[in-house]
């Protein structure tokens, strides 16, 4: 009896550990998600591969360039494609989330 009731103690400790240790995992920032379709061309952080880098670019720079491809009267590319998918908030999000990752906002 004894070792079963310490068992269950065990078990319930770990299970308490368990789900205090996976609620702290704080939310990912905003911008992160919207800016995954971006990962293609230019990484997971901005920091892509032969395309612009977009990692620590101003804010206001990389939300204005996005706006001009959304608002465009041509569609000229996929970035003016992409862009169009996204609500203006959504675009200031993305923007901001680049905007705070480590780089040096290159082109």
């Not at 061309?41 to 591969?49: D, E, L, S």
């Not at 360039?65 to 569609?75: P, T, W």
């Amino acid at each position: 009896m004894l070792i079963y009731k310490q068992t269950l103690i065990g078990t319930v400790a770990a299970l308490a550990a368990l789900s205090l240790s996976s609620g702290a995992h704080a939310a990912p920032p905003a911008g992160q998600l919207l800016a995954s379709q971006c990962a293609q061309c230019h990484g997971t952080n901005g920091n892509g591969p032969g395309f612009d880098e977009l990692a620590g670019k101003p804010t206001n720079e990389l939300y204005n360039e996005l706006r001009e491809m959304k608002y465009s009267q041509q569609i000229e590319g996929i970035m003016d494609r992409q862009a169009r998918g996204y609500t203006d908030t959504q675009l200031r999000l993305i923007a901001d989330y680049l905007a705070a990752q480590p780089g040096a906002g290159d082109d």
